[in-house]
Each structure stands twice: as structure tokens, then as C-alpha cells.
């Protein structure tokens, strides 16, 4: 992000300071909130810290798996938020690729490695359209996309709801799903023995993109540039701004989609209706942590998906409901709002510096 | 009852917490703050009642959803206002706060005992003589005690928010905090009262869905009411009368899908649980360029008016 940089203002805390800070603050009240609640803070941190990294399958095939998912849909609230979108419509995005990403691939069992292709780019074009509708809205009637985006993250459940009970359903099946996929349609696995699958390469190749495309290409620099002040960039800049936003607002909702491609192809091999447990959402957490930085959205999502690794581990043993994790994201969230305040978006005085030396930035 | 009468019931029943909970985010809004945490101030309150009607029956029970209510309101200010992050970021982050430890406490507390399913609850209130009034007697007059509360709050909050000195003050914040500064309004105080108003209300919405409508709790029964709530505020035009219609077409929305029952159409059900999701974007295109929101809307606040 511009505003991150040291020229912005002298006086700012390092950011890694302030990272490290977020994460022991968190820690600490939500091991407060343990001991508080009566639970058993020892049993229930070890727990954490085994389901999390504890061992060769932890890691790969709980944490790294789990943490696909993560990056890709941190990565798609990152694009988006870069750009001044707040695209808060990545859960409905990804259930949207998960559905056509799953038709696809039932539809074309038999193309090999490019039915698999197909499924991944519906998926992503599924995703890209459904973020579409928000930002036509938004383009066109200037409806808020923080209300559109939820209220099609609620339409998105339905729809899937729809497609599993009915069109897309298992016939004979006694749940409602669809059909598993067929074993040619699944990501190859890419570590021996453990669940790691080809999600994972595609994620990182997708942040490394990203990561270029932002930081060393004349679209990054509009896209960051809109997003810290879009009145400057019309003005000073002369850049298109709905096309920037519109265009940032389709590749972060087809980022998600493909999210949902690779975890039904990778992961599930099968649509259902809870087949998200939120990661749209925790993807904001993942997002901010990684202060809206490609790269450092791989980081941040490992770190998101041992936390939700290790909190399932802590409900198996420990019997503290999984759902504290996103009492863990919300404070980081606020934690880093905090760090952060008054800088992320349309801070005036960050444009002077982004437009005097586009090379710092 | 007929169809008719027990479709246009359910229409301002299901209206209520909306309405409830969108007047609360007009007034903060007409002081210049968006509260997208409005989800968490309702499911927070939902939870509150659940507590409260557990230990100490139905009043105890809203009184409880308020409380948790204006708490939520208070971080969220605190956040907002104080330290000065911005206020989507912190809004998304309460949303996720209250969603994530009401269904905590809830398995941690409710999990395996059936305690949660014979709470009290708090039965509608029958009007003499205009209950009975056909068609519209019942869906009026024969309401949980928080339906009456809006009959009250829709013109005391036009009257006060129109015709009171307080009331311009507020909406002088809205459109120019510096500006209201500069004229002696002490911003943070309104902002402050504002935010804990909003907070009480989306409590008592909560309070209303587990207390008057649901009868028990579920983890993430908000189910999008707080935002359906903020696009009531846009579609009404942060205008009480306004809201008030909003919610109530949102209502109807959703309690269309008891009247398609009666009739016996065949639609997908989740065609008919999509509606009000669908019948809010619609609306919010519908109004498009035709909206003037508080111009400071979202807007941190300058130093100069936080110090006052």
C-alpha cells in the first residue's frame, strides 16, 4: 500500500512492529478471554499449537490445506480494497465458483486435464460476473458495494441451496449435494502422503502475479493510486476511475471464484451448502495483516489457516467451540484499524508523495 | 385469521426489528457515521435477551439486549471516534466480533442443554376493540410491545430530529462536522449520545427477534437484518417516515413467503428466502441518484472536532 511507505510521514512505527504487536495483543486477550470463560488455557493452547504445527500432517495437510482457500480469497479483499472497493462479497463470490467450477466438471468429466482447466477458469468467471452485478450497482446507481456485496453473499447461499436440492444434486444421495467429482477431476496432490494439493501452487503463482502486476506495472500504480485518493487520480492523474475500480472489483470477485474452483476440485470433490465456514470473511482479517500486499497475503493466509486448523484441533480437545477464531480475526482486524487509523484510504497528503517518486511506492 | 390478514400481520411483525434497528442507524448516520456492525449490535443483542430471558424472564430479557446492545455501540464508537480508524474496517470487524462470540457462548452455555428453547417469551399485545378491526386490526393492533414503541419513535424522531434545536445540531454534524464545531456544537457528545440510541435500539431489534418473533436463539439468526436495516436508512432517505416504509416492504418481503405457503405456489423455496436480499438491491438501484446522504457520512472526524 502507498500509505506504507516511510515518506508518507517520518514519525510512523515500523510496520512489522506494529504487526507483532497486533498478533500478541490478540493473543493475549483471547487467552484472557479462555481463562475467563473457564476453559482450560494450557490444554486448550497445546491443542492449538499441535492441530496447528504439531506434526507432518498438521501442517500439510490441516494448516497449508486450509490456508489455500485463504490466500486466494485475502488475496481477492486485498486487490479489491487496494483499489478503494470494498468488496466485503468474497464468501458469495467463492460459493458462486464452487457452483460452476462443480458443473463444469460434472458436465465434461472426461477432458482431462482440461475439463479441469474449464472448471477452474468457470470458476473464476462465475465469481468475476457475481462481483460484477455489485459493481454495475455501483457504477451505475451508486449502490454502496459494502450492502450489495453482503446482500449477494446471502442471494449466493440461496442460489447453492437451490443448485445442491435440485439441478445440480446427487440423485440417489441421502444429503444435499452433488455428485463427487470424478478422481480426473481432482488437483493432483503435490506432497506425498498428506492432503497438500495443486490449490496451493496455483495460490502462490496467484499472489506472485498479483504482487507484480501491483507493484511493477502502470495498472498497479492506478490501481494504487485510486484507491489512496480518487479524486487526485481523476484530476492530477487523469485516470479513468470506474474503469479502475470496475475493473479491480471484476479480477478481486474472479480471484475469489477460482478460491471456490480449487477448493471443490482440491479439497471437498463435492458441493454443498456449508462448504465455506466463512472464509470470505476471514479473508478481511487476512487481507489487513498483510496490509493489502500480494506477497504478504501468503504469509498472513498460513498464519489464518494454522489459526483455524489449530482451533478445530482446540474443539476436539479440548472443547472450545471453533467459532473463537473469528473472535481472534475480529481483534486483529480492530487492532490493525488501529494501527492504521486515518491512513488507508483517501489520506490526501500520501498522493503527493505516490505522484512525486511512483518508484518508492 | 384470512390470509390476507395474518400476511399483512407478519409483514409489520418481521418489519419491527428492522425498523427498530434502522431508525437507531439513521440517527448515528445523520451525524456522519456508518455503522456496518449494525449485524452485530442485533445478533449481540438477540443474545443478550436469550441471557437475560433465561435468568430473569422477558423484561429482564430486553433489558439485557439493550444493554449488550449499547456496549457493542460504545466499542465501535470507541474505535471509530477516539482512535479514529475507519469505520467500514471497524464495522465488518464488530460485525465478526458479535457473530463469532454469540456462537461461542452459546454452544459453550446452550450447547447440549435444551435451555435456550423454554425461555420466556414475550406473547403479542391485543388492543381492545382495534384488534378486530378486519384486515388491518390484527397486523396493527395485535403486536409484540416493541411494535407499539415504533408507532412512537417514527414521529417523536421526525419531530425531534426536525423541529428541535438538538435534532439540527445532528444534522449539521452529518453534513459538516467543522462546521458545527465552529458554530459551539459539541460533535463528540452527540456522537456519542447518537451512537448509544442506535445501540439501544439494535438491542431491543435482537431483543425482538429472539423475544416476540423466533421464541429461542440460533447462532447467526440476524441473517443480514442489519444490513437490510442500513439500505431501509438509503431507502428512506434518513427520513423516519421514509424508514419506517422501507422496513415495512422488507417486511412484506419476507413474510410473502408465508402467504406463497397458504396459497400453495410451487416456487423453490430459496427463491422465496432470497427476496428480501434480492427485493434490497433493487430498491437501492431504484433510488439511485435520487439520494442525498449526509455529506460527511463515513467521514473520520478532524482533530479539531474530536476535542470538543
Not at chain 1, 171 to 176: D, K
Not at chain 1, 177 to 183: I, K
Request: net charge positive; charged share 10%; proline share 5%.
Amino acid at each position: 500500500m502507498i500509505a506504507s511507505g516511510p515518506t508518507a510521514s517520518p514519525a510512523r512505527i515500523p510496520r512489522s512492529v506494529i504487526i507483532v504487536t497486533a498478533i500478541a495483543i490478540t493473543l493475549a486477550v483471547f487467552l484472557l478471554l479462555l481463562a475467563v470463560s473457564g476453559g482450560n488455557v494450557g490444554v486448550a493452547a497445546r491443542a492449538m499449537g499441535r492441530g496447528a504445527f504439531g506434526s507432518r500432517y498438521a501442517l500439510f495437510s490441516a494448516t497449508l490445506v486450509r490456508a489455500v482457500p485463504l490466500i486466494l480469497t485475502g488475496l481477492a479483499v486485498a486487490w479489491a480494497f487496494s483499489a478503494g472497493v470494498f468488496n466485503i462479497g468474497v464468501e458469495g463470490q467463492f460459493l458462486v465458483g464452487a457452483s460452476a467450477a462443480t458443473a463444469t466438471a460434472l458436465a465434461f468429466p472426461s477432458g482431462g486435464l482440461l475439463s479441469l482447466a474449464a472448471a477452474m477458469v468457470a470458476g473464476a468467471t462465475a465469481g468475476a460476473a457475481w462481483a460484477g452485478i455489485a459493481a454495475w450497482l455501483r457504477v451505475r446507481f451508486a449502490v454502496l458495494e459494502v450492502i450489495s456485496t453482503i446482500m449477494l453473499n446471502f442471494l449466493a447461499l440461496q442460489l447453492l441451496s437451490y443448485l445442491v436440492h435440485g439441478p445440480l444434486g446427487d440423485p440417489g444421495g441421502i444429503y444435499p449435494q452433488s455428485p463427487a467429482l470424478p478422481s480426473s477431476m481432482w488437483l493432483p496432490r503435490i506432497i506425498p502422503n498428506t492432503r497438500l494439493h495443486l490449490g496451493f501452487v496455483i495460490a502462490l503463482i496467484a499472489c506472485a502475479s498479483a504482487w507484480f502486476v501491483k507493484t511493477r506495472t502502470a495498472a498497479g500504480f492506478r490501481l494504487r493510486l485510486v484507491g489512496a485518493n480518487p479524486h487526485a487520480a481523476r484530476i492530477a492523474g487523469r485516470v479513468s476511475v470506474e474503469r479502475v475500480t470496475t475493473t479491480a472489483f471484476l479480477v478481486s470477485g474472479g480471484i475469489a471464484g477460482l478460491a471456490g474452483a480449487v477448493e471443490v476440485t482440491g479439497v471437498t470433490y463435492a458441493l454443498y451448502e456449508s462448504i465455506s465456514p466463512g472464509y470470505g470473511y476471514t479473508a478481511i482479517a487476512v487481507a489487513l495483516l498483510a496490509n493489502l500486499n500480494p506477497a504478504a497475503v501468503i504469509v498472513s493466509g498460513v498464519g489464518f489457516g494454522a489459526l483455524e486448523a489449530g482451533a478445530a484441533a482446540m474443539q476436539r480437545d479440548a472443547g472450545v467451540p471453533i467459532v473463537v477464531a473469528s473472535v481472534v480475526e475480529a481483534l486483529i482486524i480492530l487492532v490493525l484499524a488501529t494501527a492504521q487509523r486515518r491512513r488507508w484510504f483517501a489520506d490526501d497528503s500520501v498522493i503527493v508523495t505516490a505522484v512525486a517518486s511512483p518508484e518508492s511506492a | 385469521m384470512s390470509p390476507i390478514e395474518s400476511f399483512f400481520e407478519s409483514s409489520v411483525r418481521t418489519a419491527t426489528p428492522l425498523l427498530l434497528a434502522a431508525l437507531g442507524e439513521m440517527v448515528v448516520e445523520r451525524a456522519g457515521i456508518i455503522n456496518i456492525g449494525l449485524e452485530g449490535l442485533i445478533i449481540g443483542g438477540a443474545f443478550g435477551a436469550l441471557l437475560g430471558a433465561t435468568h430473569g424472564g422477558v423484561a429482564v430479557g430486553f433489558s439485557a439486549a439493550i444493554c449488550v446492545g449499547i456496549a457493542l455501540a460504545l466499542l465501535f464508537y470507541l474505535f471509530v471516534d477516539l482512535i479514529g480508524t475507519d469505520q467500514i474496517v471497524t464495522g465488518t470487524a464488530v460485525t465478526i466480533l458479535a457473530l463469532g462470540a454469540t456462537g461461542a457462548l452459546y454452544r459453550v452455555w446452550y450447547g447440549s442443554s435444551g435451555a435456550a428453547l423454554s425461555i420466556a417469551t414475550s406473547a403479542p399485545v391485543a388492543i381492545p376493540w382495534l384488534a378486530s378491526i378486519p384486515i388491518i386490526g390484527p397486523a396493527l393492533f395485535r403486536q409484540p410491545t416493541t411494535t407499539y414503541l415504533c408507532y412512537a419513535l417514527v414521529p417523536v424522531t421526525w419531530w425531534w430530529m426536525n423541529r428541535t434545536h438538538s435534532g439540527l445540531a445532528l444534522r449539521a454534524i452529518g453534513e459538516s462536522p467543522h462546521a458545527a464545531v465552529v458554530s459551539g456544537v459539541r460533535v463528540s457528545r452527540y456522537r456519542l449520545a447518537a451512537m448509544c440510541f442506535s445501540g439501544a435500539l439494535a438491542g431491543l431489534a435482537g431483543g425482538t427477534l429472539v423475544l416476540a418473533q423466533v421464541g429461542t436463539f440460533a447462532e447467526g439468526m440476524s441473517a443480514g437484518r442489519g444490513f437490510i436495516a442500513i439500505a431501509a436508512v438509503v431507502l428512506g432517505r434518513w427520513n423516519p417516515l421514509g424508514v419506517a416504509g422501507a422496513a415495512l416492504l422488507f417486511g412484506a418481503a419476507t413474510a410473502l413467503q408465508f402467504w406463497i405457503q397458504a396459497l400453495g405456489l410451487r416456487v423453490p423455496y430459496q427463491a422465496v428466502l432470497a427476496l428480501p436480499y434480492a427485493l434490497t438491491l433493487a430498491a437501492l438501484a431504484g433510488v439511485a441518484g435520487r439520494v442525498n446522504a449526509p455529506a460527511a457520512l463515513g467521514r473520520p472526524l478532524a482533530p479539531d472536532a474530536t476535542s470538543s
